[in-house]
């Protein structure tokens, strides 16, 4: 899949809703219409600038869902015999409900030059997309998880052009009772060449001011 350019119709309004570690950054909740007369108020994706990656999970069922975002990293690694490259993975939560107004979250993800995502898919094991728990079906909040059913989608991939540091990734859950589990997801990207430079509100680059700004351990 490329970099196709689909608008869902919401914002990407920043509401500090927690903290997911070191990379998954802040939950965000777009939850109204991304309208100013003469212009546009929030930018739907972060663009380069920002060093960031926004992963939203769209929830068209009839039913709590929560999403296993993962996002992969090639990490070097050095030691007195030479070094190498590893794969570390980082998997976040995002809780959603049906309704207009819970239906959707999303995190930010660091991805500048030291932190480049090479891969982001649903489930902890990104190379078993039909097999690994992708999403979680029922479950209350975001402390009881409801039944495992895959995603079954293919991770997406950094070099094979499926997406660029500052685009918007969408995973979209619907029902489909010809999917084991009955659920299957689909996958949006908002390219961050198609968001104007300049909008009236700079949510992402705040965003990433106070992600700068935050004390590390």
């Known amino acids: 899949m490329k970099r196709t350019l ?41 663009r380069p600038e920002s060093q960031l990656i926004f992963i939203r999970g769209n929830n068209a069922t009839t039913e709590p869902i929560t999403f296993l975002v993962t996002v992969e990293r ?21 809780f959603t409900e049906p309704g207009n107004n819970s239906n959707e979250a999303g995190v930010l993800f660091p991805c500048d030059g030291d932190n480049q995502i090479s891969r982001i898919g649903l489930g902890r094991n990104l190379n ?12 209350f909040d975001d402390v009881v998880p409801g039944f495992g059913v895959p995603g079954n989608i293919n991770p997406l991939s950094f070099l094979d052009g499926d997406f660029e540091c500052g685009d918007t990734l969408i995973f979209r859950a619907i029902q489909s009772v010809n ?14 060449e198609n ?6 509100r700079d949510t ?14």
């Open 128 to 139: 078993q997309p039909t097999t690994d728990a992708g999403l979680f079906v029922g479950g």
């Open 6 to 46: 689909t608008h869902l119709g919401l914002c990407a309004t920043l509401l500090v809703m927690g903290s997911c570690g070191a990379d998954a950054a802040l939950l965000l909740n777009p939850s109204f219409v991304n309208q100013l007369e003469g212009g546009v108020l929030f930018p739907l994706a972060p």
């Open 204 to 217: 992402f680059g705040v965003a990433n001011d106070f992600l700068q700004s935050r004390p590390t351990e």
């Open 74 to 94: 090639s990490v070097t690694v050095t030691d007195g015999a030479g070094g190498g490259t590893i794969t570390q993975a980082d998997t976040t939560e995002i």
């Open 195 to 200: 968001q104007p430079d300049n909008t009236t």
């Open 179 to 192: 999917q084991p589990g009955g659920f299957r997801v689909q996958a949006f990207i908002i390219p961050w």
